[in-house]
T-cell receptor
Framework: DAGVIQSPRHEVTEMGQEVTLRCKPI?????LFWYRQTMMRGLELLIY????????DSGMPEDRFSAKMPNASFSTLKIQPSEPRDSAVYFCASRSFDRAGTQYFGPGTRLTVL | AQSVTQLDSQVPVFEEAPVELRCNYSSSVSVYLFWYVQYPNQGLQLLLK??????LVKGINGFEAEFNKSQTSFHLRKPSVHISDTAEYFC??????????????FGKGTKLSVKP
C-alpha cells in the first residue's frame, strides 16, 4: 500500500492567493482527517470526514478555509485568500473503522505564505 | 469528552539511558490509547496502541507502554535509548465505541532529545 499521499509537499505562495492542498487516503479507509501543525499551536485537528461526509469542522479557523471530499479516494483543503499566519505543515490522515482508531498520516504539506 | 495531558514538553536524556514519557488521560468511558512518534520533517507514525487485554503493550523500536486504569495513565518507556530516538512523541485517546468513528484527541507532545 502506498500510504496516505499528499500533494504538493511544499507550497510557497503570496498573501491573498488561493491555495489547494490535496490528499489521497489509503484505499478502503472510511475516515479522513486534516490537521495543521505549527510551533506555536502544535497539532490541531481542522476537520474530519466519515464516509465522505464532514462530521466535525469546529477546528477550521475561519471562513477562508474549506474542505471537500467528493469521493472516497480524494480530499482537498482550500485556503482563499491565504495569509502569512496560515504558514504551517498540513497533514492528512486516514483510518478504517475496523482498525480501532489507528490513524495513518501522510508526509504533510509545508505551506509558506509570504 | 476525552483528553490527554503530557506532563513534560521536553525530555533530554543521554544515549543508552532509560526514558519514561508521561501521559495521563481523562475520560468517563472506555477508551483506546495510542502513542505516535514524529521524526524531524516527517508525519506521525504509530508507535503502539492499547485496545484491551494485557495492560503492557509493546511497540516498535523497543518501546513499551503500560495502561494503568486506576491512575488513568499510559506512560511510554524504553530501557535504553539511541540517538535515533530523538523525535517528538504524542499520546492520544479516543472513545471506545466498539468501532472507531470519533476523533483522536492528541496531547501537546513531548520532545525527546537523546545526547551522546
Amino acid at each position: 500500500d502506498a500510504g496516505v499521499i499528499q500533494s504538493p509537499r511544499h507550497e510557497v505562495t503570496e498573501m491573498g492567493q488561493e491555495v489547494t492542498l490535496r490528499c489521497k487516503p489509503i484505499s478502503g479507509h472510511n475516515s479522513l482527517f486534516w490537521y495543521r501543525q505549527t510551533m506555536m499551536r502544535g497539532l490541531e485537528l481542522l476537520i474530519y470526514f466519515n464516509n465522505n461526509v464532514p462530521i466535525d469542522d469546529s477546528g477550521m479557523p475561519e471562513d477562508r478555509f474549506s474542505a471537500k471530499m467528493p469521493n472516497a479516494s480524494f480530499s482537498t483543503l482550500k485556503i482563499q485568500p491565504s495569509e502569512p499566519r496560515d504558514s504551517a505543515v498540513y497533514f492528512c490522515a486516514s483510518r478504517s473503522f475496523d482498525r480501532a482508531g489507528t490513524q495513518y498520516f501522510g508526509p504533510g504539506t509545508r505551506l509558506t505564505v509570504l | 469528552a476525552q483528553s490527554v495531558t503530557q506532563l513534560d514538553s521536553q525530555v533530554p536524556v543521554f544515549e543508552e539511558a532509560p526514558v519514561e514519557l508521561r501521559c495521563n488521560y481523562s475520560s468517563s468511558v472506555s477508551v483506546y490509547l495510542f502513542w505516535y512518534v514524529q521524526y524531524p520533517n516527517q508525519g506521525l507514525q504509530l508507535l503502539l496502541k492499547y485496545l484491551s487485554g494485557s495492560t503492557l503493550v509493546k511497540g516498535i523500536n523497543g518501546f513499551e507502554a503500560e495502561f494503568n486504569k486506576s491512575q488513568t495513565s499510559f506512560h511510554l518507556r524504553k530501557p535504553s535509548v539511541h540517538i535515533s530516538d530523538t523525535a517528538e512523541y504524542f499520546c492520544a485517546v479516543i472513545r471506545n465505541y466498539g468501532g472507531s468513528q470519533g476523533k483522536l484527541n492528541f496531547g501537546k507532545g513531548t520532545k525527546l532529545s537523546v545526547k551522546p
